[in-house]
């Protein structure tokens, strides 16, 4: 039978492995457990979460500052160096957490190079994701992957704010046109973080991009959906800017992470029908995409990003060694 949910962990579980956050939802809650015990079993060293107030306290899904210099939160060495160049000649203007980048085991910033960094080292590997996540791209050559990626911050006839994509594939098509596919990726995150306030432009942009059913909805401009209707929106001036002949928008994410899906399934309730010259909108499972870098790129990679990140039946086997004693059989 598949999978719809995760189960709600004891808190007495939580706090053995040092992963007892009374903010979680179930799922972040089972993510975190899920990073801890990846942590140990790759013999990183437990890092320590410093709170606004500057105190301090273990927290299994970080890792030491020691652990961190030496890449431990990356999948490669390969990765590392990747992610350390990144780092260095990130955008201008571009924001990054360098506690969150290299010792949050949780965080999908990471997340990103994982998945994507195999990707940017080598193009035929992008090129076969790319056409394996949109089919009818067959005909489309992957140029680079970018993280971080905005198509010009705070630039006036795009959104005018910071707003940047995760990660973005350009690719080019056989007849020259060229096009971008613009990704956010989530992993713990519900949609519910904090939002910044909207500038006034998109009042105009919003209507003019023609995405929406009514671009002045209120719920586009509030959580869980904002910030994903910002970088459609984003994706969508830069396209009608001539930077790009196409693009498309894409969320990756957990299938059991429900807060997000059902984010998604809202922002997808507001759009327009599809139509020519604007950017579509879909998601794609964090699981279907390793699988699709199983079929086309490094299996054993696949195996160990999957190991990582979605193997929740280590977390029923925590489960099933929780249940107490006088509740087991024959008891």
């Known amino acids: 039978?598949?999978?719809?949910?995760?189960?709600?962990?004891?808190?007495?579980?939580?706090?053995?492995?040092?992963?007892?956050?009374?903010?979680?939802?179930?799922?972040?809650?089972?993510?975190?457990?899920?990073?801890?015990?990846?942590?140990?079993?790759?013999?990183?060293?437990?890092?320590?979460?410093?709170?606004?107030?500057?105190?301090?306290?273990?927290?299994?899904?970080?890792?030491?500052?020691?652990?961190?210099?030496?890449?431990?939160?990356?999948?490669?060495?390969?990765?590392?160096?990747?992610?350390?160049?990144?780092?260095?000649?990130?955008?201008?203007?571009?924001?990054?957490?360098?506690?969150r980048l290299w010792t949050n085991l949780l965080s999908s910033h990471p997340l990103v190079f994982n998945a994507f960094g195999p990707l940017r080292l080598d193009e035929c590997l992008a090129t076969n994701i790319l056409r394996a996540m949109f089919p009818d791209l067959a005909d489309a050559t992957a140029e680079t992957v970018l993280f971080e990626h905005s198509p010009g911050r705070g630039s006036d006839d795009l959104t005018g704010d910071n707003t940047a994509w995760d990660a973005a594939i350009t690719y080019v098509r056989a007849d020259g046109r060229k096009g971008i596919i613009a990704i956010e990726m989530k992993y713990s995150e519900s949609g519910w973080e904090p939002i910044r306030e909207l500038r006034a432009?998109?009042?105009?942009?919003?209507?003019?991009?023609?995405?929406?059913?009514?671009?002045?909805?209120?719920?586009?401009?509030?959580?869980?959906?904002?910030?994903?209707?910002?970088?459609?929106?984003?994706?969508?001036?830069?396209?009608?800017?001539?930077?790009?002949?196409?693009?498309?928008?894409?969320?990756?994410?957990p299938e059991l992470n429900q807060p997000m899906q059902n984010a998604c399934q809202r922002y997808a309730a507001q759009l327009a029908l599809p139509s020519e010259g604007k950017a579509p909108f879909s998601t794609l499972s964090l699981e279907a995409f390793i699988d699709l870098m199983r079929h086309q790129g490094d299996k054993d990679y696949a195996e160990d990003l999957h190991e990582r990140y979605c193997l929740w039946e280590r977390i029923d086997d925590i489960m099933e060694d929780a249940v107490p004693a006088e509740l087991a059989e024959g008891s």
């Open 201 to 253: 432009r998109y009042a105009h942009l919003m209507p003019a991009t023609g995405l929406f059913k009514d671009p002045m909805a209120p719920e586009l401009r509030k959580r869980p959906i904002q910030q994903l209707m910002r970088e459609h929106v984003l994706l969508q001036a830069a396209i009608m800017r001539g930077d790009y002949a196409e693009g498309r928008f894409m969320v990756i994410l």
């Open 1 to 99: 039978m598949k999978r719809t949910h995760l189960p709600i962990v004891p808190d007495a579980v939580l706090t053995r492995y040092r992963v007892n956050e009374p903010n979680d939802n179930r799922f972040r809650s089972c993510a975190r457990l899920l990073q801890s015990l990846w942590r140990a079993g790759s013999e990183l060293r437990i890092g320590r979460h410093v709170s606004p107030n500057g105190d301090k306290r273990w927290l299994g899904s970080r890792i030491s500052d020691t652990a961190a210099r030496r890449g431990g939160n990356f999948m490669s060495p390969e990765i590392a160096r990747l992610v350390w160049l990144e780092h260095a000649y990130r955008e201008p203007w571009a924001t990054s957490d360098e506690q």
